[in-house]
């Protein structure tokens, strides 16, 4: 699984896209390495879906380049789809199709269908090979849109907040998917997410979105080890939250506030004693209040 | 061997460390058990494998379990070299929720001493070693 000297099976770099006078993706450059779990997070609107949407190359580098698999996807989209199951965030399935159709149907263009492992997955799965689309549930719909993204053993599995709207059980069925796939060897999931407690589960590496910028990038555990959470408690009750540079963010009422810090401890305990306050506790920040930090952080222009 | 996950802060790589140390400390795990392939626990706990690999790598740095080549991962025959050590541990964060509560109820701690001197004597004879 570690694989780390094998080329990136995805290479952005300095992306810029606008739609409108909006500047949905800013300066953008990732790189997701081949066999690990890539988690995209992000709140609605951040611009996860236009970034995915360059990378199958239905959108065009407007500046920076896109590279998937070493291939431009605009330029040269046979190299680069029929290696990637990717689910949509919309889940455009025909409606008016059988699901045995759809089977038949997409098998056509990969291949490398694998249909003992359709067959498996749809018995898991539970779906009615003669129901029509239109008529499945939502959790159902999902599950055919993931069943079809998995049955050619993709190299790169890319899901749009693949989560989204379903009930624990669907999404207990798609991570499991997830990591299915990425025990096989060399396999590689990219995956856009807001439920930042699956992220947490899943993720070898991780990329925040904030308003079309990646605002931290890195490996889970690198930025878990790198966050800290720290209670602190002032000599006299504050009524607003105290300035304390190097924090992230600040939450809480009276003596004792909670505050996320990035790396800094020791300029930031200091910097609480001139404030007349102490650590208390200290502990690791879950990955959502890392990004909550971080977000409200942009979005009051401290970093 | 059950264990369980939160996503409230700890790394589920520590997390996972931490509680197989607890499960041997405390005698649910036995020397010489083998504890489950990292896929099959990947799974179960609906977590990433290479997270399950990282604490099973830190586990075999402190001596917990042992990779027995070809066949899977064991609890190490001589009990973890840590063992003591991580009973202490238990034990030292009860005896801090104790001393917390004494000191609420103005109980100094010689007579808290005292105290559990005497449930000892007290304690049937099977217990009472």
């Not at chain 1, 949905?24 to 609107?45: D, Q």
């Not at chain 1, 898991?124 to 049955?151: C, H, T, V, W």
């Not at chain 1, 996320?260 to 001139?274: K, M, Q």
């Not at chain 2, 000191?103 to 004879?125: G, N, S, V, Y």
């Amino acid at each position: 699984m570690n694989a780390s000297d094998t080329p990136p099976v995805i290479e952005i770099s300095g992306l810029s896209r606008k739609f409108g006078q909006k500047l949905a993706l800013n300066n953008v450059s990732l790189t997701i390495p081949r066999g690990r779990v890539f988690g995209l997070v992000g709140e609605n609107g951040a611009g996860k879906t236009t970034l995915i949407k360059h990378i199958l190359g239905l959108l065009r580098a407007e500046s920076g380049s896109v590279r998937v698999f070493g291939f431009d996807p605009v330029a040269d989209p046979v190299a680069v789809l029929g290696r990637i199951g990717h689910l949509s965030e919309n889940r455009d399935l025909p409606p008016w199709m059988r699901v045995d159709e759809l089977l038949r149907y997409t098998q056509a263009f990969y291949p490398k269908w694998d249909r003992a492992f359709a067959e498996e997955l749809r018995k898991q799965f539970g779906l009615d090979p003669a129901a029509k689309i239109k008529n499945l549930s939502r959790g159902e719909n999902a599950k055919a849109g993931l069943l079809i993204a998995l049955a050619f053993r993709p190299e790169l599995l890319l899901l749009d907040e693949p989560s989204s709207g379903l009930d624990p059980v669907v999404r207990r069925d798609i991570l499991e998917a997830i990591i299915r796939t990425v025990a096989e060897e060399g396999r590689t999931v990219f995956f856009s997410s807001h439920l930042l407690e699956e992220v947490e589960r899943v993720a070898d590496d991780i990329a925040m979105m904030f308003a079309g910028k990646v605002v931290l990038t890195g490996t889970l555990d690198d930025i878990k080890d790198s966050h800290h959470r720290l209670v602190l408690r002032f000599e006299s009750p504050q009524s607003a939250a105290p300035k304390i540079p190097g924090v992230l963010s600040l939450a809480g009422s009276g003596r004792e506030w909670t505050a996320i810090c990035n790396g800094n401890r020791p300029e930031v305990i200091a910097a609480v004693a001139r404030a007349g306050g102490k650590v208390v506790a200290e502990d690791t920040a879950s990955l959502d209040e890392i990004f909550v930090a971080r977000a409200g952080a942009k979005a009051a222009g401290k970093e | 061997m059950q264990l369980h996950i939160t996503t409230d802060g700890v790394p589920i790589y520590l997390q996972i460390a931490n509680q197989v140390k607890y499960l041997v400390a405390s005698g649910r795990l036995a020397p010489g058990e083998e504890v489950p392939p990292i896929r099959v626990l990947a799974h179960q706990l609906l977590i990433n494998p290479n997270t399950v690999a990282r604490a099973y790598l830190e586990l075999e740095r402190a001596g917990v379990v042992v990779k027995r080549h070809g066949s899977g991962t064991y609890i190490s025959d001589n009990g973890s070299p840590l063992a003591r050590k991580e009973r202490l541990k238990i034990l030292s964060q009860r005896v801090d929720a104790l001393l917390a509560e004494a000191a609420h109820l103005h109980i100094a701690p010689d007579e808290l001493l005292k105290l559990i001197k005497e449930r000892h004597q007290a304690m049937p004879p099977e217990e009472n070693q």
